[in-house]
């Protein structure tokens, strides 16, 4: 999502800022912005970002206020009419969504029975239809008395969002209101970039550097009123809220490409410097041991620690499942890893001493906020492993450890997985000198993690070499990723990188159980990757290799 409302034209910075979220989703995209005849101008295109410039080329549609949506297709396919922005009937609203509507069918239904047309098969087009017709009943109900412009759109969302189930980030534009954009967030994020005399809006952050150098991170429940000169916030509960107002940390360069041909590339080659902004100021030589400022417990409280629950999803999980094996080895405390997405709906026994990592990059991921909370609410210490200062997760935890890999703009975590995995081995550090790890043991385990950024600048002088394997293997349709000990959750890893980046379909497994049942997969169509470094299992994982 983005968004922009103030003196320039708004269109220059949505394609720039949609350019920048591409990474997200890509098959289709839209901009609408109120033209200066106060009328809702839709352009909508399917495939890259490229496609929608090339149709606003033939036809602009300049306005001063706009949105713009780029789109990974779930409701209905990769459509031009199933493409965000949408619009009401009459073109009323306009709105461009993340999220999940879950009750939408039931909402379409009523909205059916009272004459609404729909074109798509999304979710996301109920949400216009809904606002139009909230926006209907409210000027009935104002008719003839003096109204606050921006109030009664603000109470016209709220209305329509307190009949949604689900999850949004909503940018809602009006025709008839030229100067008033609309925001709100539940469970999908949302921020606001503070301009001079102009507000932008986005889905993230990546998009408004080098256009705003202040930013509000909007909350669940809060709604948003934008104008070019105001910004107002209220939330559900607790009405006018004074927002809070943060330093955007993101320079415009670090958004940029800078040579290479996509971002995925460009932050596989920044690991090492992130590797060294995790570990900057967090090892301590004298106490041989790791040092964090955020955990806002005492070492004293941390000592009564008797088990550690990580939770977290998708490459954050495997992160996690990494965590297990380290903080075990060696801290000697048992650790539970657990899919925030199961997690918040279930209901385990967790035992007293028992303390929550939340581990997340974005900070944002509403399953590991959802089974965060739940955590807190039990009692629970709730900390989190994060990489974007000032997100809703870094917020709602008691306290936590940032990664300062800097903004991470590929769809697949590269940078943020490697600095969580070694911001989890100097916690493991940490809770093994509370406990039984000697000093040298200490020490020689912040030799070899001062070593690894180094390390991994060597390993990335294999590129050449990786391009030519991939070139040689690129036509396989199945792919087997085995590993055991530290390398099985990196197997899991490499498996879903090639499938969320080739659409390639892979398993991760632990090597020595392939011999249990999957071996039967394993034939000349099926390339299996091993990761098997020098180690005590080296021996047997060529065994598995045989």
């Known amino acids: 999502i983005v968004g922009y409302v103030g003196p320039r034209d708004a269109s220059e910075f949505l394609i720039e800022g949609l350019r920048r979220l591409e990474y997200r989703g890509y098959d289709s995209a839209g901009i609408g912005t109120i033209t200066p005849q106060q009328q809702i101008a839709v352009t909508k295109s399917v495939g890259r970002i490229e496609s929608l410039d090339q149709e606003m080329a033939k036809s602009p549609t300049p306005g001063s206020i706009g949105i713009g949506h780029t789109r990974w297709a779930t409701h209905g396919p990769a459509t031009q009419v199933n493409a965000h922005p949408h619009t009401d009937p009459n073109s009323a609203v306009a709105i461009v969504h993340n999220g999940v509507i879950e009750n939408y069918c039931k909402i379409k239904e009523q909205l059916q029975e009272k004459g609404h047309e729909f074109q798509s098969a999304t979710d996301s087009e109920v949400i216009a239809h809904l606002i139009a017709e909230t926006l209907a009943q409210a000027r009935e109900e104002f008719n003839g008395a003096e109204v606050d412009i921006p109030e009664m759109l603000r109470l016209v969302v709220s209305r329509a969002i307190a009949q949604l189930q689900g999850t949004y980030g ?18 999908s994020p949302l921020v606001v970039g503070v301009g001079h005399d102009e507000y932008f809006v986005a889905s993230d952050a990546s998009p408004l550097a080098g256009f705003a150098n202040k930013i509000v991170y909007l909350a669940d429940h809060q709604v948003a009123v934008l104008s070019a000169d105001s910004l107002h916030v209220t939330h559900r509960e607790h009405g006018r809220i004074k927002p809070s107002v943060e330093p955007l940390q993101i320079d415009s360069h670090q958004a940029e490409l800078n040579g290479f041909p996509h971002y995925m590339l460009k932050e596989i080659f920044e690991q090492p410097e992130a590797l060294e902004n995790a570990l900057r100021g967090r090892l301590s030589d004298e106490d041989a041991t790791a040092v964090f400022g955020g955990l806002n417990l005492s070492p004293q409280e941390l000592r009564r620690i008797n088990r550690i629950l990580l939770t977290a999803c998708g490459t954050s999980w495997h992160a996690s499942l990494f965590g297990e094996y380290v903080i075990e080895d060696l801290a000697r405390l048992p650790v539970d890893v657990e899919y925030a997405s199961e997690l918040r709906y279930r209901n385990p026994p967790v035992d007293h001493g028992t303390l929550l990592f939340a581990i997340t990059q974005s900070g944002e991921t509403a399953d590991t906020l959802a089974a965060l909370k739940e955590m807190k609410r039990k009692g629970h210490p709730t900390l989190a492993i994060c990489n974007v200062v000032g997100s809703t997760i870094a917020q709602e935890a008691n306290g936590g450890i940032y990664l300062h890999a800097g903004p991470e703009i ?56 990786v391009r030519q394997i991939a070139a040689k293997y690129c036509h396989f349709d199945n792919f087997l990723y085995l590993g055991r000990q530290y390398n099985f959750p990196t197997a899991l890893e490499g498996a879903l990188k090639l499938k969320e980046i080739s659409y390639i379909h892979a398993e991760g497994y632990p090597a020595a159980e392939m011999k249990h049942g999957p071996i039967a997969l394993v034939d000349k169509h099926t390339p299996s990757v091993f990761i098997m470094p020098q180690g005590f299992v080296y021996d047997k994982v060529m065994a598995n290799l045989e």
């Open 410 to 465: 590929g769809v697949a975590s590269t940078k943020a997985y490697t600095s969580q995995c070694i911001a989890l081995t100097m916690l493991a550090l940490y809770f093994g000198r509370l406990h039984h790890l000697s000093y040298a043991a200490g020490r020689r385990i912040i030799d070899a993690l001062r070593a690894l950024p180094d390390q991994v600048r060597e390993a990335l002088e294999t590129n050449d070499r």
């Open 170 to 187: 909503l940018v809602v534009l009006f025709r008839d209101y030229p100067d008033v954009m609309v925001a709100a967030r539940l469970g």
